[in-house]
T-cell receptor
Framework: QKEVEQDPGPLSVPEGAIVSLNCTYSNSAFQYFMWYRQYSRKGPELLMY????GNKEDGRFTAQVDKSSKYISLFIRDSQPSDSATYLC?????????????FGKGTMLLVSP | EAGVAQSPRYKIIEKRQSVAFWCNPISGHATLYWYQQILGQGPKLLIQFQNNGVVDDSQLPKDRFSAERLKGVDSTLKIQPAKLEDSAVYLCASSLGDSIYGYTFGSGTRLTVV
């Protein structure tokens, strides 16, 4: 079993839809959870990060962490064509004080006008 | 603020040849990372530097991959000899200290081994 599981998609939605992206993980040592957005032929860029269980909101984006279920989600409200990208979840346990990220495979999102 | 610079953007080589990638991190970022991203997969850490010292190279295939960071600034990643399975995007990232939230990635070097 991989440490981080993520459905690769593609996920196709119409403009204005609510999008739900998810990851599950097996390593209970993970404490820090992030979502990265990666446009084609670009490097990943940090979108949101959370430390504890619960919700965190930033504009149209909401990150949700459920440590008891080892499940994290990213919700995008009022999706736009510019949101079309691959979304990567990433996690870290900060072993020995150093930050190593473990990424999911990424979910490709396509938002049509 | 200038981003993380990587070169070349693309490289095509034959198997068993050698190749080198270059990375210039954001000024002042002490931590530098090299990640390998195979098509359809998430990035996988190859090596992490803190200034010019190696912090983690547990997933670096040391029989063929090597990396150095001279004077704690620029870094090069080398593959010798290359295999077909090395075809991937090689991403360099940097961060202030060891903050996991402060990663900035470059656009990567896309390597194709034929």
């Amino acid at each position: 079993q991989k440490e981080v599981e993520q459905d690769p998609g593609p996920l196709s939605v119409p403009e204005g839809a609510i999008v739900s992206l998810n990851c599950t993980y097996s390593n209970s040592a993970f404490q820090y959870f992030m979502w990265y957005r990666q446009y084609s032929r670009k490097g990943p860029e940090l979108l949101m990060y959370t430390y504890s269980s619960g919700n965190k909101e930033d504009g149209r984006f909401t990150a949700q962490v459920d440590k008891s279920s080892k499940y994290i989600s990213l919700f995008i409200r009022d999706s736009q064509p510019s949101d079309s990208a691959t979304y990567l979840c990433a996690m870290s346990s900060m072993n020995s004080g150093y930050s190593t990220l473990t990424f999911g495979k990424g979910t490709m999102l396509l938002v049509s006008p | 603020e200038a981003g993380v610079a990587q070169s070349p953007r693309y490289k095509i080589i034959e198997k068993r040849q050698s190749v080198a990638f270059w990375c210039n991190p954001i000024s002042g970022h002490a931590t530098l990372y090299w990640y390998q991203q195979i098509l359809g997969q998430g990035p996988k850490l190859l090596i992490q530097f803190q200034n010019n010292g190696v912090v983690d190279d547990s997933q670096l295939p040391k029989d063929r991959f090597s990396a150095e960071r001279l004077k704690g600034v620029d870094s090069t990643l080398k593959i010798q000899p290359a295999k077909l399975e090395d075809s991937a995007v090689y991403l360099c990232a940097s961060s202030l200290g060891d903050s996991i939230y402060g990663y900035t990635f470059g656009s990567g070097t896309r390597l194709t081994v034929v």
